[in-house]
């Protein structure tokens, strides 16, 4: 008897490509996309700029006393850099199998086109998460430096990697709409010449913020709650059409038929829309009459503490502030004579918001006896200009009487405010318009301008290079004579023994 065993081999297990595997495909090949994105030549050459530039402005920006509602803004040009590059190298990626002619290959894999644009879309995130990454480091920079004011604005934080991702989206979008190699170049032409119409000066409309980032005219730094930049809807609206343009991308890429995708072009569309209205509204009247109570009234809503015989008056994000303008005061009225030193003074911060940020409107002297002004910022040539203009009103008892003065008073005012500077003919340069230390020129001040002759120029440059003891002492003992009204150049040489000037003595 014979007893056949027969051997059957075990069917394979069936394998089903359901969703989960399909996404984890997607998520592979984002990862692929990614590495190569951040190795691309033009990515790699944009960092590189924007990196350099961060190291640059930290160096030395705002003189080292920023107010944070200027540095928000500050952050948002470097990044377009880097969007426009990621632009070019997310549309050469798409293109890549097109290039290559492995399209047919793609074919017959599990990731169909609409889930490889994904990848693509997914790709751009960590790059604009680099960006964020860059953006807090640079405002965090400034915010830690002692001399730092004012708030920041979440929203305007935001616009950096925000943009990143509007062109990285537009890249894809283009990489499928149009798949050639030229498209992409000629999308960032496009954008340039559309960046740079939209932030024409005289253009002060709706249409500029339908950029990435929308920078102002002016230098003016102004108080966080009088700013009145719609920052939040601006970030909601990039946020919208970031959104838009990527699954516009993904419809374009046979998703058509996706109730899903639908739906959130729908919802994008609209969230762009709602910040595109919220953008494009007027300054509320709330802040007009905010602005008007802070240019032509401040002391309504400063804070003042006194020291030392001298009131400071600031906005309260600057109360930080008065101990560097008292450090000024002081220096000056120690050298000053004839009891100005003990002149009670008051320091009160003023500017020009009326206008907001686009427009730099010249201040008025102020009429008040005693009263100086000093503004928004600090540091570099705004501490000598400052210094010169304590020492004017000390002089002459107002600002208003230090614009209109036109004699030898001038001397003694610049070597008051100059003396105790730790380089007294730097600062003498850098208070004058032209950056000279002979012939005539023009003082900047926070108001208005001082004007030096040929004749008070040689006669403060010789005494600022004497000892400064030595000067003091000249300067108090002829103290009458030299602050008198219309004293002449020649009359102040011959009160301090100095050479009689050989320049003219008349303003021009």
């Not at 920023?66 to 948002?76: F, G, I, K, M, S």
């Not at 169909?112 to 920079?141: D, E, I, K, M, N």
């Not at 149009?178 to 960032?188: D, E, K, M, S």
Request: aromatic content about 6%; hydrophobic content about 45%.
């Amino acid at each position: 008897m014979t007893t056949t065993t027969e051997l059957t081999t075990p069917s394979p297990a069936a394998v089903t490509a359901g969703p989960r595997a399909s996404w984890a495909a997607v998520f592979v090949l984002a990862g692929f996309e990614t590495r190569r994105l951040l190795l691309r030549v033009p990515v790699l050459v944009a960092f590189a700029v924007y990196l350099a530039w961060i190291v640059w402005r930290a160096l030395d920006a705002y003189d080292g006393f920023p107010a944070l509602q200027d540095v928000d803004r500050a952050t948002q040009n470097g990044p377009l850099l880097v969007g426009l590059a990621v632009l070019l190298s997310v549309h050469q990626a798409v293109l890549r199998s097109r290039r290559h002619d492995t399209d047919r290959h793609l074919s017959v894999l599990l990731v169909q086109p609409w889930r490889r644009t994904v990848a693509h879309l997914l790709s751009v995130v960590p790059v604009a998460l680099l960006v964020a990454l860059c953006v807090g480091a640079q405002f965090t920079w400034e915010a830690l430096k002692p001399g730092a004011v004012g708030h920041g604005s979440p929203g305007e934080l935001l616009v950096g990697p925000l943009s990143v991702l509007l062109l990285g989206g537009f890249g894809v979008l283009l990489g499928r709409l149009l798949p050639v190699p030229l498209g992409a170049p000629l999308l960032i032409v496009f954008f340039l010449l559309f960046f740079s119409l939209a932030a024409e000066p005289d253009n002060a409309g709706w249409a500029r913020w339908l950029v990435p980032s929308v920078g102002e005219n002016s230098l003016a730094t102004l108080p966080s709650d009088l700013i009145g930049r719609p920052a939040g809807w601006h970030a909601l609206y990039l946020a919208g059409l970031a959104l838009s343009v990527a699954l516009v991308a993904v419809l374009v890429s046979g998703g058509a038929r996706m109730r899903t995708v639908q739906a959130g072009v729908a919802c994008a569309v609209a969230l762009t829309m709602v910040g595109a209205v919220g953008q494009s509204r007027g300054v509320p009247e709330e802040l007009t009459e905010a602005r008007e109570q802070a240019t032509v009234a401040p002391e309504k809503t400063q804070k003042c503490v006194e020291r030392d015989g001298t009131t400071y008056c600031a906005f309260p994000e600057w109360g930080p502030r008065t101990g560097d303008w008292a450090g000024i005061v002081e220096d000056v009225r120690s050298r000053a004579g004839g009891g100005a030193g003990d002149r009670p003074l008051t320091v009160r911060q003023r500017f020009e918001a009326r206008y907001g940020l686009d427009s730099d409107a010249a201040l008025a002297p102020s009429p008040r006896p005693g009263e100086v002004t000093v503004g928004t910022s600090w540091g570099g040539n705004r501490v000598p200009e400052f210094a010169v203009t304590v020492a004017g009103v000390l002089v002459t008892g107002e600002e208003k009487a230090l614009g209109e003065m036109c004699d030898g008073r001038i001397v003694t005012v610049m070597w008051l405010g100059l003396a105790g500077r730790p380089d007294p003919m730097s600062d003498l340069r850098r208070v004058r318009l032209d950056d000279s230390d002979s012939g005539s020129a023009i003082v900047v001040s926070q108001t208005e301008p001082l004007s030096m002759t040929t004749a008070h120029t040689e006669l403060v440059v010789e005494l600022l290079r004497l000892p400064r003891d030595e000067a003091a002492a000249k300067v108090r003992a002829g103290w009458a004579e030299l602050t008198a009204p219309d004293v002449t150049a020649e009359q102040v040489a011959r009160v301090l023994g100095l050479d009689a000037p050989e320049g003219e003595d008349e303003c021009e």
